[in-house]
């Protein structure tokens, strides 16, 4: 089955860039996603980005696939205090329901 | 987007008792899910609510413990039967437009406890 992967915990401080990262297990993953969930609050859609494709780029936000290795990445530019939230990345396999990565919970340090 | 609304917003409720959890979107969409998101977890697909019929379930997840409803395009909602503590998460709704559309929509979620 489907298996996505991502580490707990990413610390970053204010102004610098933050790289959050995820794996994947099923091949036939037509799209993935990313998904920011803030305290007390439901999720967020930021971005996704087709399997055909390598990078996308929105704003501050640049997201990198890499298929072979089945690797996903955000890197979000200029990290400010209120990017301090859970991320969480996503993919769908076939059909229209999404798995999700475990939750990557980025601190910004002032 | 999709203006996606739900109530309760939380809930604390005893051992045993049901709760129905009620998801509006502000326009008509194709797809319908429902989501739990354990406390500390992610996210894991309970079923598709499907318009007119009854509800996709996930493996793990039965009907007689999360009836399910779409009676439109607009509307849902989840049940949880005869609950326990470990019931204790929060719902989430989501939905889809279709035509196309590969974006999904979460709803601000239902935070339930069950004592």
């Known amino acids: 089955g489907e298996d996505v992967e991502q580490s707990l915990f990413l610390s970053v401080r204010e102004g610098d860039s933050s790289v959050i990262n995820c794996t994947y297990t099923?091949?036939?993953?037509?799209?993935l996603y990313w998904y920011k969930q803030e305290p007390g609050a439901g999720l967020q859609l930021l971005t996704y980005i087709f399997s055909n494709m390598d990078m996308k780029q929105d704003q501050r936000l640049t997201v990198l696939l890499n298929k072979k290795d089945k690797h996903l990445s955000l890197r979000i530019a200029d990290t400010q205090t209120g990017d301090s939230a859970i991320y969480f990345c996503?993919?769908?396999?076939?059909?229209?329901?999404?798995?999700f990565g475990t939750g990557t919970r980025l601190t910004v340090i002032p | 987007s999709a203006v996606i609304s739900q109530k309760p917003s939380r809930d604390i409720c005893q051992r045993g008792t049901s709760l129905t959890i009620q998801c509006q979107v502000d326009?008509?969409?194709?797809?319908m899910f429902w989501y739990r998101q354990q406390p500390g977890q992610s996210l894991t697909l309970i079923a598709t609510?499907?318009?007119?019929?009854?509800?996709?379930?996930e493996s793990g997840f039965v009907i007689d413990k999360f009836p399910i409803s779409r009676p439109n395009l607009t509307f849902s909602t989840l049940t949880v039967s005869n609950m326990s503590p470990e019931d204790s998460s929060i719902y989430l709704c989501?939905?889809?437009?279709?035509?196309?559309?590969?974006?999904?929509?979460f709803g601000p979620g239902t935070r339930l406890t069950v004592l």
């Open positions: 989501s939905v889809e437009r279709g035509s196309g559309s590969n974006e999904q929509f």
């Open positions: 099923d091949s036939s993953s037509t799209y």
């Open positions: 609510a499907n318009q007119g019929s009854e509800a996709t379930y």
């Open positions: 996503a993919e769908r396999a076939g059909a229209n329901n999404l798995f």
């Open positions: 326009s008509q969409v194709t797809m």
